[in-house]
């Protein structure tokens, strides 16, 4: 008996030693984009986009493990190999693309930050700057393993979510039934075509170009092994189920709520507003 706890308490140690770089990677594709995207999905499509996410899960999961194992087999990261394999030209093409991408995602964030402080009834322009601040110093001041950490804690966050749906009051087994097939609307050529074009939405907030970039570097940072890939496979998938996992209760947020109520949404600043009278103030400050 002893010797079957030891075996266990030893995978269980190492399984925790790689912890990180999947996990972080994927519950960060949970930005502010990707909040007021989920919330948009859930609020004009309802409960059938879930079925969408449980396929994108598995994609997430896919692209994530390439990478980690990608970086972890040849010792070389995503861009190493697009230098080597397809010439300067390709990867400076791919960089600058990827640099557009990002300047993109940190505008979003900039804009869900003063969105989220006006809610909050917090000045905008010191909610900015002090993020700004918190950003700068986090990246150039603080070392591999305290900012691995800081990820970890503040990914807790996305637990409250959870709450926000179960204040929603929503019909868990329509939501849960429709992870399998989608279901519980009527498909007019105008929610087919709605459904497309989110579902696609969903899925380039989820699977984002940084992110395979990021995944790879921070296993070298990490320094893990390749005799530890099975236990980094593990947790890119875990990490890719969780966030999903949390997406799944913004969805099924703004379905209970705003599309049930046939309330129209732009924004996820709307979303953190519509959905007050239905769930109460703590979910919409949940979303804000």
Avoid at 112 to 132: E, F, N, Q
Avoid at 139 to 158: A, D, H, K, P
């Amino acid at each position: 008996m002893k010797e079957f706890f030891a075996k266990y308490r030893r995978r269980i140690l190492i399984f925790l030693a790689v912890f990180g770089p999947a996990t972080i990677a994927a519950v960060s594709d949970n930005d502010a984009a990707g909040v007021a995207t989920y919330s948009m999905a859930g609020a004009r499509l309802g409960y059938p986009i879930l079925f969408v996410l449980g396929i994108i899960t598995i994609l997430l999961g896919v692209t994530q493990e390439m990478g980690i194992r990608l970086a972890l087999v040849s010792r070389k990261g995503l861009a190493d190999h697009i230098r080597e394999n397809h010439g300067l030209k390709v990867a400076v093409l791919m960089f600058l693309c990827l640099f557009i991408a990002n300047v993109g995602t940190i505008a979003t964030n900039i804009s869900a930050v003063k969105t989220s402080s006006t809610i909050l009834h917090i000045p905008p322009y010191v909610a900015i700057i002090a993020v700004i601040i918190l950003a700068f110093l986090f990246v150039t001041r603080g070392n591999f393993r305290f900012n691995q950490n800081i990820m970890l804690l503040v990914s807790l966050f996305y637990l409250t979510y959870i709450f926000s749906a179960f204040l929603a009051k929503p019909d868990w087994l329509l939501a849960v039934s429709n992870l399998i097939f989608p279901h519980g609307v009527k498909f007019s050529l105008t929610y087919i075509k709605d459904y497309f074009i989110i579902g696609l939405g969903v899925l380039g907030t989820t699977i984002t170009p940084w992110g395979q970039f990021f995944i790879s570097s921070f296993a070298f940072d990490k320094k893990i092994e390749v005799d530890k890939l099975k236990y980094s496979q593990l947790e890119t998938y875990s990490g890719a189920f969780l966030t999903d996992f949390f997406s799944f209760f913004m969805i099924v947020a703004t379905a209970a709520t705003l599309f049930m109520h046939g309330i129209p949404l732009e924004s996820g600043e709307q979303a953190a507003m519509a959905i007050a009278p239905f769930a109460g103030e703590s979910a919409s400050t949940i979303f804000a």
